[in-house]
């Protein structure tokens, strides 16, 4: 039996992606790190990331995480992302939704300008700045953990031939596909095709040497699955529109803020975007991130970028959840 019978939570948005934040309910994540309170959540606290994701409190497409302490003194606040299949090492998305959340909630005291915070996430520490008015959050941008490509042009058979696939780092593992390459654009209309291709993807992709992190196992395994487009743009930069499929078949509303990343270090290793320019990002519904690269780095002695991603998240609503001991669905259920 679950050892809770109420859970609170706090949904946001970013970019229509949603963001379900549980602020009490939960126990309390052990561990050094935010990696490590990662694992401890996958042990100790899986109950109730399935009660606040599951059917009928959430959906197939959820996502959502538990707060928690920085790693040490320095940081701001920790946390350690979740979805309908379990745990994910980075969220752009929810980062941007967590410090605007963390700001509102006056959890972080801030009324006006630009307002510093720094949040342990299981991929390592960001640095982000939210920018505030009235004491409300307008936009916040992370500065990622270094984002590398591990792998271009995998020539992989799939069920609608054969695509070239490029593999980056952004926090966690994708695989990039020019839709096009496909003859499909990166619409509503294609949703349910790009679901299949992203499973198909994952499966033929999951044990490839270019999804081993090169510092900590933990890290290993391919994410998601990016299908971009080029759009046309009068100004500087590049703007592309994506859709990225994760974890089993969920789809992210946003132009997903880690993915941005990888997109980034593929951009830049390409010498398809100058430094001094900036990606558009926007997501299958119309939504927008932005992103550059700021500096070189190297994760594990491979070469990388850092890069810099930014949006706006908005708050939804609140909830208490409760669990009634009679109910037959107990934690709930999925459907897909």
């Known amino acids: 039996m679950p050892n809770f019978d109420r859970v609170e939570v706090v949904d946001y948005h970013a970019g229509g992606e949603p963001f379900r934040i ?61 979805h309908k299949d379990g745990y994910s090492t980075a969220c752009g998305h929810g980062t941007i939704a967590l410090v605007t ?15 510093d915070v720094i949040v342990d996430t299981p991929s390592g520490r960001l640095d982000t700045t939210a920018s505030v008015s009235a004491g409300k959050v307008t936009s916040v941008r992370f500065t990622n953990v270094p984002s590398y490509v591990s792998a271009r042009y995998i020539p992989l058979q799939l069920s609608d031939g054969v ?40 499966t033929v992709l999951g044990a490839n040497e270019a999804v081993e992190h090169p510092i900590d196992h933990r890290l290993s395994g391919l994410y998601g699955t990016i299908f971009y487009e080029n759009l046309d743009h009068p100004g500087p930069g590049l703007y592309q529109r994506s859709v990225t499929v994760f974890a089993d078949g969920e789809v992210d509303r946003s132009p997903c803020g880690t993915g941005t990343s990888a997109r980034l270090a593929i951009l830049d290793s390409a010498a398809q975007l100058d430094r001094s320019e900036v990606l558009i990002h ?54 897909r």
């Open 282 to 335: 926007e997501s299958i519904i119309g939504t927008r991130f932005t992103g550059r690269v700021v500096a070189d780095s190297e994760v594990g002695g491979v070469h990388g970028v850092i890069t810099e991603v930014q949006g706006s998240a908005h708050r939804t609503g609140s909830a208490v959840f409760e669990l009634d001991e009679d109910d037959p669905l107990g934690l709930g259920f999925q459907l």
């Open 163 to 202: 695509v070239a696939v490029d593999i980056a780092y952004g926090g966690a593992y994708y695989a990039s596909v020019d839709a096009t390459e496909l003859e499909m654009a990166v619409t509503p209309d294609y949703l349910a095709r790009f679901i299949e291709l992203g499973r198909e993807i994952k």
């Open 101 to 115: 959340w963390a700001i509102e909630s006056r959890r972080i005291a801030a009324d006006e300008g630009e307002v």
């Open 22 to 82: 549980v602020v009490a309910g939960a126990p309390s994540l052990q561990g050094a790190t935010a990696l490590d309170r990662r694992s401890y959540a996958e042990r100790y606290a899986d109950d109730v990331r399935q009660f606040v994701v599951n059917e009928p409190r959430g959906h197939a497409d959820m996502y959502g995480g538990f707060v928690t302490d920085p790693d040490d003194p320095a940081g701001d606040l920790g946390v350690v992302f979740f």
